[in-house]
């Protein structure tokens, strides 16, 4: 509804003026605000979150990496001890059937056979 009166009209013209202006100036001490935390931030050497984000997920994926090395390295270092053990073991058996071949004459079980030359027959 609008009012035959100028003056409230006018009135009614500055306050929205105002409420512009103040919007206006409101927006600019908050960017002057958020310009000199920033800034602030940056002497204190502080860190923007998305560099802390992005280094923290490549900290998490070199410390998975690593951890899966480490199982890796503890199965490979079973592994050798476990054919160590088993060469050990069968160095342990050949000594001991050679000094049983060397005391007794006797060859080990699963030796192979000897070949000798063949018996040639006496001239008659």
Do not use: C, Y
């Amino acid at each position: 509804m609008q009012t035959d009166n100028r003056l409230f009209d006018d009135l009614a013209k500055v306050a929205n003026g105002a409420l512009h202006t103040m919007s206006g100036v409101r927006d600019e001490f908050e960017n002057r605000i958020r310009e000199r935390v920033e800034r602030w931030l940056g002497e204190m050497d502080m860190v923007p979150r998305e560099e802390f984000d992005a280094i923290k997920a490549v900290a998490q994926a070199a410390r998975a990496e690593q951890e899966a090395l480490t199982a890796r390295v503890e199965a490979l270092e079973k592994r050798i001890s476990t054919l160590e053990g088993a060469r050990t073991a069968t160095k342990r058996t050949s000594a001991a059937r050679s000094k049983t071949t060397a005391k007794t004459g006797a060859r080990p079980k699963n030796a192979p056979a000897r070949k000798t030359a063949p018996r040639q027959k006496a001239a008659d």
